[in-house]
C-alpha cells in the first residue's frame, strides 16, 4: 500500500517525537538515578560508620566470647541496634566477626513491626562459609573484599551491590576497633534498593508522559504548518501527474504553480519535461522493448546459475572438521565458470572447480550441465577417475556447440585425511601444509571434459593432515590483464596466498581478489574469477 507525502511526514515526525521523549525521559532518569544511587551509597556506608562508632568495646568483646548471648551486654546491644534498624528503616543490620573463609554472627536483628520473620534470624554464633553462601564467582570476590577490609579495619566503601533473590541491596560494613586500632567485630548494613528502584520507575513513567503530551502538542503544529506550504502544491502537482499520465497526452498539458519558492521551479521544471517528454518517446519505447527483452533473458540465466552456486556462509555450521569459501565474480552477466562442495556421505567432502569454453548464456547453460553430472556421479566409493570418463561421455553426446569444460575436482576422506582428486585440463592447486607456505602442486593434467569420447581419467591422491589447506581457482585468475595486457600470472599468485597464509578461508579468498582488482586498475574484465578455498582443521571422530 502506497502513502502520500503527509502520512509519510507524519510518520516521519511521530518517529522523530518519540526519539526526542524516549531520550529527554531516559536521559533524566539516569541523572536521577545516578544522584540517588550515589545519595543512597552515602547513606549506607556512614549509617555503617556511625552504628560502629556507637557500640561499646567492652559490651562487644563479651558478646563475641563464649556464651555471650547469655550477657546484659547481648540484651542491651541487641535491643540498640533493633531499635536503630527500625527508626533507620534498615533491611538488615548485623553484628558479625568475620575470617578468610566465613562470616559469624552474634547478633542479627530482627523487628517483626518492619515486616521482618523471626524464622528468618541468623542464630548466635552462626557460622556461614563464603563458598556456601555465593551465589556466583562475583559474590565471592565481594565475600574476599569485605574480609580484606575487615582485616585491615576498613569500611566496606563504596557498599557493594547486589541484585538478585535476596533483593536489590547496597550492603557496607563497618568495623569495630580495639584501643590499639585492631578490628573486634564488624556491623553489616544493608539497604533494600527496591523502593528506590519503583520510584524510579515511577519517575521515568511521568517523565515519558509529560514529554510526549509536549513533543506531541510540537509535532501537530508543526504538521499543520508544513500540510499548507509543502504537502498541498505537491498533491497538486502530483494529481497532475496523474491526469498526465492517463491520458497519455504530454506536450498539451500545462501547470501553474504560485508558491515563490523551489515547488514552483518544480512546477516549470516539468512543464519544460513534459514538452520533451514527447520528442522522445517514440523512440524510448522501441529502445526499451530491447533492452527489456534482453535483461529478461539476462535475468533468468542469472538466475539459473546462481541458484546452481552453493553462496550461504558457513555452507556446514554443523561441521568443525573443514572450512570452506568460494566465490565467483563473472566477466558478463552470466559466465562459464563453476565451483561446488557438497558431502558425498557423512565422512567425505567433495570440492569442484571448473571452467568452461566461451561466455555468456551459452556457457551458462552448459555450466549447469556439466555441474549436474559430476555431482551426480560422484557416489560413495566410486573412483573420481571414472566419474570424469562418464561424465565426459554424457557431455559429449549433447555437445552440438563444441564446448568444452576444464575440471577439477577432490575428495576429503574426513577420518583419514586422504584426498583423491581428478583433473581434467584444469589449473595447478595451490597447498598449504599445516604451518608451512602456499605453493602449487603439481599433478598430471587430463584432457578436457566434453572433448573427445571414450577418454580415460585417472585418480590421484595425497594425505591432508588438520591445518592443511588447498586453494584453487580458474584461469581467471592467473590470466587477468592490466592496461599493458600483462598477466597476473602464477608468480604474483603465489606471492599473495604466501603472505596471507595464515588467514582463514573466507579472510584470504577477498585479500586475493583485492590483489587482483589492484593489479587490473581499470582495464576491462574479460574472463571470470573463481576461485576456492578449503582448510582441514581435524580428524573426524569415526563412530
Not at 536483628?109 to 520473620?117: A, C, H, L, Q, S
Not at 514552483?264 to 517528454?277: K, Q, W
Request: hydrophobic share 40%.
Amino acid at each position: 500500500m502506497k502513502l502520500k507525502l503527509l502520512p509519510k511526514l507524519m510518520i516521519s515526525l511521530a518517529i522523530l517525537g518519540i526519539v526526542l521523549t524516549l531520550s529527554l525521559s531516559f536521559f533524566g532518569y539516569y541523572n536521577s538515578k545516578a544522584y540517588l544511587e550515589h545519595m543512597y551509597a552515602y547513606r549506607v556506608v556512614f549509617g555503617a560508620k556511625s552504628i560502629a562508632a556507637m557500640m561499646d568495646r567492652d559490651d562487644v568483646r563479651t558478646i563475641i566470647a563464649e556464651n555471650g548471648d547469655q550477657s546484659e551486654a547481648y540484651q542491651r546491644t541487641k535491643s540498640l541496634l533493633e531499635q536503630l534498624k527500625q527508626e533507620g528503616k534498615i533491611t538488615f543490620l548485623s553484628l558479625v566477626t568475620r575470617d578468610e573463609s566465613s562470616v559469624t554472627f552474634y547478633i542479627d536483628t530482627n523487628v517483626p513491626e518492619m515486616g521482618d520473620d523471626p524464622q528468618n534470624e541468623m542464630p548466635y554464633g552462626s557460622n556461614v562459609l563464603y563458598t556456601e553462601s555465593a551465589r556466583d564467582d562475583t559474590e565471592l570476590e565481594q565475600y574476599k573484599l569485605a574480609w580484606e577490609c575487615y582485616s585491615s579495619g576498613r569500611a566496606i566503601d563504596p557498599p557493594t551491590i547486589t541484585d538478585n533473590s535476596y533483593g536489590y541491596n547496597y550492603t557496607s560494613a563497618a568495623p569495630i576497633l580495639d584501643e590499639n586500632g585492631r578490628t573486634i567485630a564488624e556491623i553489616q548494613y544493608i539497604l533494600d534498593m527496591n523502593n528506590v528502584r519503583a520510584y524510579l520507575n515511577s519517575s521515568l513513567y511521568s517523565m515519558l508522559l509529560i514529554a510526549l503530551l509536549v513533543v506531541g502538542a510540537a509535532v501537530i503544529a508543526y504538521i499543520l504548518f508544513i500540510r499548507k506550504v509543502v504537502t498541498r502544491p505537491i498533491g497538486k502537482l502530483a494529481e497532475f501527474t496523474r491526469g498526465v499520465t492517463a491520458s497519455g497526452q504530454f506536450n498539451t498539458q500545462h501547470i501553474d504553480l504560485r508558491t515563490g519558492d523551489e515547488i514552483e521551479d518544480l512546477g516549470r521544471s516539468f512543464n519544460f519535461m513534459l514538452v520533451e517528454l514527447d520528442h522522445y518517446i517514440n523512440d524510448l519505447t522501441a529502445m526499451t522493448a530491447e533492452k527489456e527483452r534482453i535483461g529478461a533473458e539476462l535475468d533468468v540465466a542469472t538466475h539459473i546459475q546462481s541458484s546452481m552456486l552453493p553462496c550461504i556462509f558457513p555452507a556446514f555450521p554443523e561441521r568443525s572438521e573443514f572450512d570452506i569459501y568460494a566465490t565467483m565474480n563473472p566477466a558478463k552477466e552470466v559466465g562459464g565458470d563453476f565451483y561446488d562442495f557438497f558431502m558425498v556421505d557423512e565422512r567425505h567432502l567433495a570440492i569442484v572447480m571448473a571452467d568452461v569454453s566461451g561466455k555468456g548464456v551459452p556457457a551458462a547453460l552448459f555450466m549447469v550441465i556439466g555441474k549436474t553430472l559430476i555431482k551426480d556421479h560422484t557416489q560413495p566409493g566410486v573412483d573420481l577417475g571414472q566419474v570424469f570418463s562418464e561424465v565426459n561421455d554424457l557431455l559429449c553426446e549433447s555437445n552440438s556447440e563444441g564446448l568444452f569444460i576444464t575440471a577439477f575436482e577432490g575428495v576429503l576422506d574426513l577420518v583419514t585425511g586422504e584426498f583423491t582428486f581428478v583433473n581434467a585440463g584444469h589449473e595447478l592447486p595451490f597447498i598449504a601444509r599445516s604451518g608451512q607456505p602456499f605453493a602449487p602442486y603439481k599433478i598430471r593434467a587430463g584432457f578436457v571434459l566434453a572433448g573427445m569420447e571414450e577418454m580415460r581419467y585417472r585418480c590421484g591422491s595425497i594425505e591432508l593432515a588438520p591445518g592443511d589447506k588447498i586453494f584453487q581457482y580458474t584461469d581467471g585468475v592467473t590470466e587477468a590483464t592490466d592496461r599493458d595486457n600483462q598477466l597476473y600470472g602464477m608468480e604474483r599468485l603465489e606471492r599473495v596466498l604466501v603472505e596471507n597464509n595464515g588467514k582463514s578461508p573466507h579472510e584470504l579468498l577477498p585479500l586475493v581478489k583485492a590483489d587482483i582488482d589492484a593489479f587490473v586498475g581499470d582495464a576491462p574484465q574479460f574472463d571470470d574469477i573463481t576461485m576456492l578455498c578449503m582448510e582441514f582443521k581435524h580428524y573426524m571422530k569415526e563412530e
